[in-house]
């Protein structure tokens, strides 16, 4: 397959799971992590293990897939969560489903072994989507932290937010938009350490402020 497709990684305090994520990166796909204010050495350990490492000064979730996006230079981009939750090896399925006619193809979480989506993080998910298909007209059952997309098509549907709202406003932008949207089962496992996003109550409850303001918009 040939190397066609970029991958942002964004990346905060990840040291523990770069070493296993780099390593599960297809021969095709050319990893960017976008360091986020890390200070464990995460940019350090992803530079040396052979992965282009860019910096978003902006703190932030949408920011450091902004950040990435911008730096790179395949056709395609692609963008998953840094923490050992996902597989690199599944952007395959993302692919092959682009290929097959999708526009922006989402990856629907399925948990795999205890503690990988605790059952309120799922609850809210599944209202998130549930008011995002009313919104849209999609059937989608997860917005999920793994995508993939032209990248110049994705710079032009000019996503806003920056923080926890931008994958949400990305597959709110592309149904507007008139892309053909598709969504592909990937296993979803613990992640390596507490997440930056959800990992505490008020980073739940700014989330959901974010998630809520892009579907009001």
């Known amino acids: ?23 599960r990166m297809p021969s095709w796909a050319r990893p960017i992590v976008v360091d986020n204010g890390s200070i464990d050495g995460s940019a350090q350990v992803a530079l040396d293990l052979g992965a282009t490492v860019v910096t978003a000064d902006q703190r932030g979730y949408g920011a450091a897939c902004h950040t990435g996006v911008e730096a790179a230079t395949a056709p395609l981009v692609a963008v998953m969560d840094a923490d050992a939750s996902l597989d690199p090896a599944d952007l395959a399925l993302l692919l092959a489903a682009h290929e097959a006619g999708g526009d922006l193809v989402v990856g629907r979480r399925m ?29 989608l059952r997860d917005v999920g932290p793994m995508r993939l997309c032209h990248r110049a098509d994705l710079l032009d549907l000019a996503v806003a937010d920056r923080r926890s709202g931008y994958p949400l406003e990305t597959v709110v932008r592309a149904a507007e938009a008139g892309w053909t949207v598709v969504q592909v089962d990937v296993p979803y496992r613990p992640r390596a350490g507490r997440s930056k996003v959800t990992g505490t109550p008020l980073g739940v409850v700014r989330a959901v402020h974010d998630m809520t303001r892009v579907l009001a918009g």
Request: hydrophobic share 50%; charged share 25%.
């Open 111 to 139: 948990p795999v072994g205890r503690g990988a989506w605790p059952w309120h993080l799922r609850l809210a998910n599944r209202e998130v989507a549930r008011r995002l298909n009313r919104r849209t007209g999609l059937r």
């Open 1 to 23: 397959m040939p190397s066609a497709v970029d991958v942002v990684l964004p990346c905060l305090d990840e040291v523990l799971a770069l070493p296993w994520v780099l390593g």
